[in-house]
């Protein structure tokens, strides 16, 4: 007996240093890996939505440095929640009614018997009731949660600075159409008037009306031509306004939305325990094992063992 107590103990040992399986985290890329620690961090490189999950595709050239004297906020919330459970099924299913219940959506999910995954997207004015909701599913010490905001001022200043152009350039080209047509129609009274004047001359200088006919038809062709030119820009110019007011809409509606992912992992009774109890549950079998032993040898079921 005292040799299945000495193995007992040092099975206990072994097992307090065992690193926890936890489960698995998703990964970017769709893949998954293990979570060394129920407390490690969501935000890490396993955490598919939280790189950059907010920021919407815009072009190229927006600015990367705001100006220091904008003061405004246009917040971009993240939200990631990591779930240990004993019951993965009905996790998932409290999740998805939390997120309809707070008029949000459902963008990917995956479900399996020790793994599931659901991506949302939900209203950021029901935000913190979403949250107080899905922190409420288990016990503090069994989620781990990541909240993430950023600032996407550079991104409103491009949409700014885009719109500011494409009407001022609009309005040059409306200007400039104008002034053409102004200066067309003031060719073409001089031209009619000359050649008025030279219809009540005798004889009839045939050649100098020709030469003004001629150019009549040449100032109109120029004329239709450029017209239509600028007519095309102007039209280009109103596509791009309209384009980059349908930017600064999807815009408005990203800042008022919260992306992320909340993710659910089966856990073993001796996981949940490790988690939960503030001693190692090794150290509490040792204890108990070494208490019990302890009885047996005063109530004699065991013999004594004794050090020589």
Do not use: C
Not at 87 to 95: E, L, P, Y
Not at 106 to 119: A, F, G, T
Not at 276 to 290: D, E, F, G, K, R
Request: glycine share 4%.
């Amino acid at each position: 007996m005292a040799w299945v107590v000495i193995i007992l103990v040092l099975i206990g040992l072994w097992w307090a240093y065992q690193k926890p399986d936890y489960g698995v985290t998703p990964m970017m890329g769709g893949g998954y890996g293990v979570s060394d620690s129920a407390s490690s961090p969501v935000s890490s490189p396993g955490a598919p939505m939280m790189e950059k999950v907010g920021n919407m595709i815009y072009p190229d050239y927006y600015r990367q440095n705001p100006d220091i004297t904008d003061t405004r906020q246009f917040l971009k919330t993240s939200y990631s929640a990591d779930i240990k459970t004993r019951d993965v099924k009905n996790i998932v299913r409290d999740v998805r009614g939390i997120i309809n219940d707070v008029e949000g959506r459902i963008d990917s999910s995956q479900e399996s018997e020790k793994y599931s995954y659901v991506s949302f997207v939900v209203p950021k004015s029901k935000f913190d009731s979403f949250r107080d909701e899905i922190e409420s599913l288990t016990y503090e010490k069994l989620i781990t949660v990541n909240v993430s905001s950023e600032n996407l001022l550079d991104q409103k200043q491009s949409i700014e600075e885009q719109m500011q152009s494409a009407t001022s350039t609009l309005a040059n080209l409306e200007k400039q159409k104008k002034t053409l047509t102004t200066r067309h129609n003031q060719t073409l009274a001089g031209m009619n008037a000359e050649l008025a004047t030279l219809q009540n001359q005798v004889p009839y200088p045939t050649d100098r009306a020709n030469a003004i006919k001629q150019n009549i038809d040449n100032e109109n062709i120029s004329y239709n031509s450029q017209n239509q030119n600028l007519a095309n820009q102007i039209e280009q110019a109103k596509v791009t306004i309209t384009w980059v007011e349908k930017q600064d809409t999807q815009f408005g509606n990203n800042i008022e939305t919260v992306n992320g992912y909340v993710s659910v992992n089966w856990i073993s009774y001796w996981q949940m325990a490790r988690v939960l109890s503030p001693i190692h549950p090794s150290i509490i079998l040792i204890i108990l094992v070494l208490v019990l032993w302890k009885i047996l040898s005063l109530s004699r079921v065991i013999p004594k063992i004794e050090l020589v």
